[in-house]
Structures are given as C-alpha cells and as structure tokens.
C-alpha cells in the first residue's frame, strides 16, 4: 500500500470550532491511524483477518467508552471527541471503527446505562482497556430490521435463566469475551443479557467470504440451552427502548466515522488528480475531474457541520433519535458516493490495494446496512415530520 499522505480538508476552517482537547483528541487518533492502522489494513482486509494487535492502541487512543466516565476505565471525553475519534480511525478503515464503535456504544453503553454497579466494576474497566473485548446481538437470521420479532428468548428456571436460539450478523463475535444479548422473557418482553465466552452451549462461530468489512471480525451467536447467572441481566431497562437507545449512540458514531472515510477518498484522489498526466496536462485540469472533486469537497463540508452540530446537540442532551437517524443516512450515502466517484478519478488504479478508496467503498456497503438501513432510516425521518408510520 502507498505511503499514508493523509491531509484533513477543512474548507470552512471548522477546527476553530473545536476546543483544545478536541484537537489533541483528534490529532492523537489522526497519528495513531497513521503509524499503526495504515500501514498494515490492506494486508489484512484481503486476508479477512482482523488485526488484534492493534486492540491496545485503541484502547490508548480512548476509542473504548471515550464518554464513559473515568472511575470505571472510560475516557471521561464529551460527545464531539467521541465523534472525532470515530472519524479518525474510520478514515483509517471502516471495520476498525465498527470494532470500536461496537465495543463503546453497543457494549459499553448499556452496562453503564443498564447495569448495576457491580456489572460496571466487573466489566467497564476490562472492555476500557481492550483486556476484554465485547459484541451485541441483536440481529436474527429472521429479523433484522424488524427485530421486535426475535425469537431468541430465555426461561427463569429458578437459580439461573436458560438462553436458547441464535443472532447472527455479530460484529466482533469470534473475538469476543462477554456478549450483550437480547432476547424475551417468557412473557415477551425484551431484556439485555451479558453472556461470557465459555458458558456451555454457547459458541459464536465466523462468518465468512465477506466483500465488506473484511477486517473486521463478523460471526453468529448460537444458544444451545445456555445457563445465565441471574446476576448478568441488565436490571435497570428492559423492552425494545434498551437495544434501540444503543443503536442511537452507535450511530451517532457512525455519522463521524463515514466523514472519515470519504475525507481520506477525497484526499487520496485530490492528490492523484494533480499527479496523474493525460493528454498532456494533470487530469486535475479537466473540468469533469474538477466537477467531482469540488462537489466533494461541498459535501463533506455539509457532512462535518452535521455531525459538529448533532455533537453540540449530544453534549447538551437534546439530540433526538431522528436527528442522529438523519446524519447517519447522510453522511454514509455521501460517503458512499464520494468513494465511488473517487474510484473513478484514480481510473484502473482505484480498484488496486495500493490505495484505500476501493477498500473503502466496500465497506461502506456494511455501514449503509448495518445500524438500520438507508431505507429504515428514511421512515424514522418520514415519521418524525409527518407523525405517520410507515414502517408497516
Ligand atoms: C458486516 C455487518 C456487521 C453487523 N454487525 C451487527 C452487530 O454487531 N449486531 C447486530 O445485532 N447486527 C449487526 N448487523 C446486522 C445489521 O444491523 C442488519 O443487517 C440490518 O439491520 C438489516 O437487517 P437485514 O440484513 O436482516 O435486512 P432486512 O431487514 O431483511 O432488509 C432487507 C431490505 O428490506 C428493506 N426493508 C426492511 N423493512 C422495510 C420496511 N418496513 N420498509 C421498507 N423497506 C424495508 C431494508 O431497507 C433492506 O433494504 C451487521 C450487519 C453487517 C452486514
């Protein structure tokens, strides 16, 4: 892979927005993407392999619970940090920010939110430190979309619940320690379980031949008569709200991360665009390749002022569930766009591993899907301005 020559684009100076300890946030996760994630993620995307030696280094960086307080191993960070952090390391590559972004928002979060106190102690500071790792299922060979649907469901046999059926789709499974795990009560109703690696008749077995996210680790968790301790139940909520108001932090993420992506596929053809001659002069020169370039600059710009002011929003506990909704579809199709557009400005080189847009764009193929689809998405919004559910 070339060399990582990365520069942000900035064009409305929107670092002046940041604070301090934004910048040294950011720029911390920027040198770590750099020197540990860069040079090494092509060789293992096309490996599908997912590189565990770099769990420390996230850790490092705060991309474990960055907002999860300190007395339990978290970052103690605000929400634009948290973004910022996503947006670094999803410059770097998707699938390392969906291992992050997993282990804060879909493992992390729901301890802290859902767990008593000795859940906290047992396991925030192991997920903190990257000394554990986490996955969430949710997702069901037969509901994904729809997952009030699930059947995967637990019965109260007296000292301990009994956890049968399977989640599929799991980002992080095969190298996870503890999972969340929802699932019904015998009355129907949705709880969150932390289920350790271990338990008999639990097993999370990969999922391969991946094109998307290739290293990240994906697999399924299968339930075959699975004793819980009583004591792993999330106490403090319980139905669809739980996993849902995951989701929500999840994607706020994920509204950042996309911007990196599509950042370091602008950059990477910006670049290309003056270096590469055609007919004499840069292709750069050619005003179809300045089309594709100016208006991807436009849209990232659109794209950083969404996330930054959902961020402002987060830290003052106003963002509503649609407002993230809305920049997560956003800011993913435009990243989505801008990678395949950039493809095209780097010609037969773009779909070669010597540069990330390819491995970009196939990524975002999970991200546009995973966390709600773009479609699902687009109904939340319609619902929120019309009041009108279209969902079914
Ligand atoms: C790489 C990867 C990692 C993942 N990681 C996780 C994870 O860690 N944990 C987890 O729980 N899940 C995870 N998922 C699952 C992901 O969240 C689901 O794939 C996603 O929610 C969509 O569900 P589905 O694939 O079953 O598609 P479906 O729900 O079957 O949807 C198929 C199509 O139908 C459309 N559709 C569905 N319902 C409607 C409707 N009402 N109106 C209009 N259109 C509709 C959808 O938009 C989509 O285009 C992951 C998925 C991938 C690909």
């Given at each position: 892979?070339?060399?990582?020559?990365?520069?942000?684009?900035d064009y409305y100076?929107?670092?002046?927005?940041l604070?301090?300890?934004?910048?040294?946030?950011r720029?911390a996760?920027?040198?770590?993407?750099?020197?540990?994630?860069?040079?090494i993620?092509e060789?293992?995307?096309?490996?599908?392999?997912?590189?565990?030696?770099?769990?420390?280094?996230?850790?490092?960086?705060?991309?474990?619970?960055?907002?999860?307080?300190?007395?339990?191993?978290?970052?103690?960070?605000?929400?634009?940090?948290?973004?910022?952090?996503?947006?670094?390391?999803?410059?770097?590559?998707?699938g390392?920010?969906?291992?992050?972004s997993?282990?804060?928002?879909?493992?992390?979060?729901?301890?802290?939110?859902?767990g008593?106190?000795?859940?906290?102690?047992?396991?925030l500071p192991?997920?903190?430190?990257?000394?554990?790792?986490?996955?969430f299922?949710?997702?069901?060979?037969?509901?994904?979309?729809n997952?009030?649907g699930?059947?995967?469901?637990?019965k109260?046999?007296?000292?301990?619940?009994?956890?049968?059926v399977?989640?599929?789709?799991?980002?992080?499974?095969?190298?996870?320690?503890?999972?969340?795990?929802?699932?019904?009560?015998?009355?129907?109703?949705?709880?969150?379980?932390?289920?350790?690696?271990?338990?008999d008749?639990?097993?999370?077995p990969e999922?391969?031949?991946?094109?998307?996210l290739?290293?990240?680790?994906?697999?399924?968790?299968?339930?075959?008569?699975?004793?819980?301790?009583?004591?792993?139940?999330?106490?403090?909520?319980?139905g669809?709200?739980?996993?849902?108001?995951?989701?929500?932090?999840?994607?706020y993420?994920?509204?950042?991360?996309?911007?990196?992506?599509?950042?370091?596929?602008?950059?990477?053809?910006?670049?290309?665009?003056k270096?590469?001659?055609?007919?004499?002069?840069?292709?750069?020169?050619?005003?179809?390749?300045?089309?594709?370039?100016?208006?991807?600059?436009?849209?990232?710009?659109?794209?950083?002022?969404?996330?930054?002011?959902?961020?402002d929003l987060?830290?003052k506990?106003k963002?509503t569930?649609?407002?993230?909704s809305?920049?997560?579809?956003?800011?993913v199709?435009?990243a989505?766009?801008?990678?395949?557009?950039?493809?095209?400005?780097l010609?037969?080189?773009?779909?070669?591993?010597?540069?990330?847009?390819?491995?970009?764009?196939m990524?975002?193929?999970?991200?546009?899907?995973?966390?709600?689809?773009?479609d699902?998405?687009?109904?939340i919004?319609g619902?929120?301005?019309?009041?009108?559910?279209?969902?079914?």
């Open positions: 892979m070339k060399p990582d020559l990365f520069e942000a684009p100076n929107l670092d002046e927005l604070t301090e300890e934004h910048l040294l946030v720029d996760a920027r040198e770590w993407v750099k020197r540990d994630v860069s040079p993620i060789e293992y995307a096309q490996r599908a392999e997912f590189p565990t030696q770099i769990v420390n280094g996230l850790a490092n960086i705060g991309a474990f619970g960055p907002y999860i307080p300190e007395e339990y191993g978290g970052a103690g960070l605000d929400y634009i940090s948290y973004g910022l952090i996503m947006q670094e390391i999803e410059r770097g590559d998707s390392v920010r969906s291992t992050a997993v282990q804060s928002s879909l493992v992390m979060f729901p301890i802290w939110k859902y008593n106190e000795e859940q906290k102690m047992k396991y192991k997920l903190a430190s990257g000394e554990w790792m986490g996955c299922g949710l997702t069901e060979p037969d509901h994904g979309s997952p009030s699930m059947v995967t469901n637990f109260d046999k007296g000292d301990y619940y009994l956890v049968n399977a989640k599929m789709w799991i980002s992080n499974s095969p190298i996870a320690q503890v999972a969340i795990v929802w699932a019904k009560n015998e009355e129907g109703r949705i709880h969150g379980l932390i289920v350790e690696k271990g338990m008749g639990f097993s999370a999922t391969h031949n991946k094109w998307s290739r290293a990240s680790s994906t697999g399924e968790l299968i339930f075959d008569n699975v004793k819980v301790p009583k004591e792993n139940i999330l106490p403090n909520r319980s669809l709200g739980a996993p849902l108001s995951c989701l929500d932090s999840a994607r993420g994920i509204a950042w991360g996309a911007i990196g992506a599509a950042m370091d596929c602008y950059d990477t053809a910006l670049r290309y665009s270096e590469r001659i055609q007919f004499g002069k840069p292709i750069g020169g050619f005003q179809l390749q300045q089309k594709k370039l100016s208006e991807m600059i436009t849209e990232i710009t659109k794209a950083q002022l969404l996330a930054w002011r959902l961020g987060k830290n506990g963002a569930t649609a407002q993230i809305m920049a997560k579809r956003n800011n199709e435009m989505i766009k801008i990678a395949r557009e950039a493809r095209q400005i010609g037969g080189m773009g779909i070669s591993g010597e540069y990330s847009i390819m491995r970009h764009m990524n975002l193929e999970s991200v546009i899907t995973y966390e709600g689809t773009h699902i998405h687009l109904l919004t619902l929120d301005i019309t009041g009108l559910n279209a969902f079914k």
